[in-house]
């Protein structure tokens, strides 16, 4: 199994560890301190060394942070997919939760802290703009931020903490690679010497992996490699990875295009990069801030996005083709595991884990899994109306008759990552959830038929899925799609879709597209497919060429939940033609009931 049930926050604890770092900042001198879900990489993801937020607090989710004061306040900063998760996991008597972005840090601590108050943070831990962006928002109110040699979270922890992950690092090899690392090099040190930037300094675990064509084991569910890299504009790059990660294999594969040296020899480098007065490129906001501190600031540094960003979300024909492969794989994986829940879920003896350990069973069995892209999302009822709700043996549920199941899923495979999301009636739906249903699924339609001229953003297209919704007074309150990865993070950026999609979307990137609606305590309903961003074409009578997506996730809508007068002609058409697509290329990797299941869940509207 590559997921676990167990729940892994201690909240009986959180009291007692709290009272312990208030006593630490007394003692320092400090007024607060600041505890993202961060470690020194700045991945959306961290290894359980790195969970301070969830050690601290209980809370678990992907994102979010907290700041605790000397005195007696405490506040958890999390975003809308949370709203639901953090009150369940978190004292709310020890902290306050607050949603972001409507709610900010910065006037938390001006409310809470006398005027010139000190507010430490791990410089490890915050990139250079979130620090000085907070620096701007407190100067005015006389509060000041300091950056901790000794982070008292980790100090409280102490032996209990786990050790740094040692996981073994592999190649990535070329026919899913696309291009070798040597060319990826190359096209980096062109881009700095256009610039007259003397070397880039890289931070993120999948620009990393990415540039190297390596792999890693490091954190749960992402084939990354914690590590840092310094790539100058002439000569072999230099890669920062603890030696008992390589095996002899990959440690010749890499000799070749780089130097490789201990994580301690990282800041003797960017020493000598600042005592040489060099020019280096270093991203501010995916940067730790300390690493521009041993630069000798961003006043010393080129200012500029991971030049890796960019250039690994278009991918290139190799990832395409084997991103269409995979979600073929993943299509016949869930065509099964759906067939099986219809006919068992009716006994009303599955429940969620039951149902979220036979999918995995499911992907494990075309034999190319490398893990899930993420802990399954398998809520049932009321646990469906926890955007991210992940479950364990506390909170598991039995799928029941008359509600609704989000399942939210994924798998990593050496061609591609996945990432589906499909709602699904349990016995017999209500009116209220098929019109629901529908009005997502027809901002999902929408998104999916788009078509966009050069230069779109993501936020440009979010109003198409959430229209129908709007119109019925509803909404929700996350993006409607990430970037993903190949083979790599299943949240990838620059692009996305959502309220704060401002990366130009461009031909070869993956996106997901996936609109949803959560009924508080009742139900959640979201449905998710990937698309990838087509070349512009001309348009039949236009004078402009447009781009549109392609689909290239292939698992049937739950038809039962489709109130099908509530859709116009065209989405029909939509709907029907793209389940006669999953029948054409699902079906020949099914026989016996599980064809006879897809051929029932793909007929026509």
Same mark, same amino acid.
């Given at each position: 199994?590559?997921?676990?049930?167990?729940?892994?926050? *201690?909240?009986?604890?959180?009291?007692?560890?709290?009272?312990?770092?208030?006593?630490?900042?007394?003692?320092?001198?400090?007024?607060?301190?600041?505890?993202?879900?961060?470690?020194? /990489?700045?991945?959306?993801?961290?290894?359980?060394?790195?969970?301070?937020?969830?050690?601290?607090?209980?809370?678990?989710?992907?994102?979010?942070?907290?700041?605790?004061?000397?005195?007696?306040?405490?506040?958890?900063?999390?975003?809308?997919?949370?709203?639901?998760?953090?009150?369940?996991?978190?004292?709310?008597?020890?902290?306050?939760?607050?949603?972001?972005?409507?709610?900010?840090?910065?006037?938390?601590?001006?409310?809470?802290?006398?005027?010139?108050?000190?507010?430490?943070?791990?410089?490890?831990?915050?990139?250079?703009?979130?620090?000085?962006?907070?620096?701007?928002?407190?100067?005015?109110?006389?509060?000041?931020?300091?950056?901790?040699?000794?982070?008292?979270?980790?100090?409280?922890?102490?032996?209990?903490?786990?050790?740094?992950?040692?996981?073994?690092?592999?190649? /990535?090899?070329?026919?899913?690679?696309?291009?070798?690392?040597?060319?990826?090099?190359?096209?980096?040190?062109?881009?700095?010497?256009?610039?007259?930037?003397?070397?880039?300094?890289?931070?993120?675990?999948?620009?990393?992996?990415?540039?190297?064509?390596?792999?890693?084991?490091?954190?749960?569910?992402?084939?990354?490699?914690?590590?840092?890299?310094?790539?100058?504009?002439?000569?072999?790059?230099?890669?920062?990875?603890?030696?008992?990660?390589?095996?002899?294999?990959?440690?010749?594969?890499?000799?070749?295009?780089?130097?490789?040296?201990?994580?301690?020899?990282?800041?003797?480098?960017?020493?000598?990069?600042?005592?040489?007065?060099?020019?280096?490129?270093?991203?501010?906001?995916?940067?730790?801030?300390?690493?521009?501190?041993?630069?000798?600031?961003?006043?010393?540094?080129?200012?500029?996005?991971?030049?890796?960003?960019?250039?690994?979300?278009?991918?290139?024909?190799?990832?395409?083709?084997?991103?269409?492969?995979?979600?073929?794989?993943?299509?016949?994986?869930?065509?099964?595991?759906?067939?099986?829940? *219809?006919?068992?879920?009716?006994?009303?003896?599955?429940?969620?884990?039951?149902?979220?350990?036979?999918?995995?069973?499911?992907?494990?069995?075309?034999?190319?899994?490398?893990?899930?892209?993420?802990?399954?999302?398998?809520?049932?009822?009321?646990?469906?109306?926890?955007?991210?709700?992940?479950?364990?043996?506390?909170?598991?549920?039995?799928?029941?008759?008359?509600?609704?199941?989000?399942?939210?899923?994924?798998?990593?495979?050496?061609?591609?990552?996945?990432?589906?999301?499909?709602?699904?009636?349990?016995?017999?739906?209500?009116?209220?959830?098929?019109?629901?249903?529908?009005?997502?699924?027809?901002?999902?339609?929408?998104?999916?038929?788009?078509?966009?001229?050069?230069?779109?953003?993501?936020?440009?297209?979010?109003?198409?899925?959430?229209?129908?919704?709007?119109? /019925?007074?509803?909404?929700?309150?996350?993006?409607?799609?990430?970037?993903?990865?190949?083979?790599?993070?299943? /949240?990838?950026?620059?692009?996305?879709?959502?309220?704060?999609?401002?990366?130009?979307?461009?031909?070869?990137?993956?996106?997901?597209?996936?609109?949803?609606?959560?009924?508080?305590?009742?139900?959640?309903?979201?449905?998710?497919?990937?698309?990838?961003?087509?070349?512009?074409?001309?348009?039949?009578?236009?004078?402009?060429?447009?781009?549109?997506?392609?689909?290239?996730?292939?698992?049937?809508? *739950?038809?039962?939940?489709?109130?099908?007068?509530?859709?116009?002609?065209?989405?029909?058409?939509?709907?029907?033609?793209?389940?006669?697509?999953?029948?054409?290329?699902?079906?020949?990797?099914?026989?016996?009931?599980?064809?006879?299941?897809?051929?029932?869940?793909?007929?026509?509207?």
């Amino acid at each position: 199994m590559f997921q676990t049930f167990e729940t892994t926050a *201690d909240s009986a604890a959180v009291a007692g560890r709290t009272a312990q770092v208030r006593d630490l900042l007394r003692q320092a001198g400090l007024d607060a301190i600041l505890i993202p879900k961060a470690d020194e /990489h700045q991945g959306e993801y961290v290894p359980p060394s790195a969970e301070r937020l969830a050690w601290l607090t209980g809370f678990t989710g992907s994102a979010g942070s907290a700041a605790v004061t000397a005195a007696n306040k405490a506040a958890l900063f999390v975003d809308g997919r949370y709203t639901l998760q953090a009150p369940a996991q978190v004292d709310t008597k020890l902290y306050e939760i607050i949603q972001t972005p409507s709610g900010r840090l910065a006037d938390w601590l001006i409310k809470n802290l006398r005027a010139g108050a000190v507010v430490g943070f791990d410089p490890w831990l915050h990139t250079v703009d979130e620090i000085e962006r907070l620096t701007v928002a407190l100067k005015p109110k006389g509060l000041r931020a300091r950056a901790v040699s000794r982070n008292p979270i980790d100090r409280v922890w102490g032996a209990a903490r786990p050790a740094a992950p040692l996981g073994a690092v592999s190649l /990535h090899p070329m026919k899913y690679a696309g291009v070798a690392s040597e060319d990826k090099i190359s096209r980096l040190q062109r881009f700095l010497g256009d610039r007259d930037q003397d070397a880039c300094v890289l931070t993120l675990p999948d620009s990393i992996c990415w540039l190297f064509n390596i792999r890693g084991a490091d954190v749960t569910h992402n084939p990354v490699v914690l590590a840092f890299a310094i790539v100058p504009a002439r000569g072999k790059p230099e890669l920062f990875i603890a030696p008992a990660k390589l095996t002899a294999e990959v440690k010749a594969h890499l000799a070749k295009v780089c130097r490789l040296y201990a994580p301690d020899q990282f800041g003797k480098r960017l020493a000598a990069l600042k005592s040489a007065g060099k020019k280096v490129r270093l991203d501010p906001e995916t940067a730790a801030y300390a690493i521009a501190r041993q630069l000798g600031g961003m006043t010393n540094c080129a200012a500029g996005p991971d030049p890796c960003i960019a250039a690994k979300a278009v991918k290139n024909p190799a990832e395409i083709a084997g991103a269409r492969a995979a979600h073929v794989r993943d299509g016949i994986a869930m065509a099964k595991f759906l067939n099986w829940l *219809d006919c068992e879920a009716a006994k009303g003896a599955v429940d969620e884990i039951a149902a979220a350990s036979k999918l995995e069973e499911m992907r494990a069995g075309t034999g190319q899994l490398r893990d899930l892209s993420f802990d399954t999302i398998a809520g049932s009822g009321p646990n469906g109306a926890i955007v991210h709700y992940r479950v364990n043996a506390a909170t598991n549920r039995l799928l029941k008759p008359g509600e609704l199941f989000l399942l939210d899923s994924g798998g990593q495979y050496l061609d591609g990552t996945t990432d589906v999301t499909r709602t699904i009636a349990i016995g017999k739906p209500t009116a209220e959830m098929r019109e629901r249903y529908t009005l997502v699924l027809k901002g999902h339609i929408a998104i999916a038929t788009a078509r966009f001229p050069k230069g779109t953003r993501g936020i440009e297209l979010d109003p198409f899925a959430r229209r129908a919704l709007w119109d /019925h007074g509803l909404d929700y309150d996350h993006g409607t799609g990430h970037g993903i990865g190949s083979f790599l993070s299943v /949240h990838e950026g620059p692009q996305s879709i959502s309220r704060r999609g401002m990366a130009v979307l461009e031909p070869g990137m993956l996106c997901s597209n996936e609109p949803g609606y959560y009924k508080q305590g009742v139900y959640g309903i979201r449905l998710e497919n990937l698309v990838l961003v087509r070349p512009l074409e001309p348009v039949s009578g236009g004078d402009r060429e447009m781009m549109r997506f392609e689909t290239i996730t292939f698992v049937p809508f *739950d038809r039962r939940l489709v109130a099908s007068e509530l859709l116009s002609q065209s989405e029909r058409d939509w709907l029907n033609a793209y389940h006669v697509r999953v029948a054409e290329l699902i079906a020949p990797g099914l026989d016996g009931a599980d064809a006879a299941w897809l051929d029932r869940a793909t007929g026509p509207i």
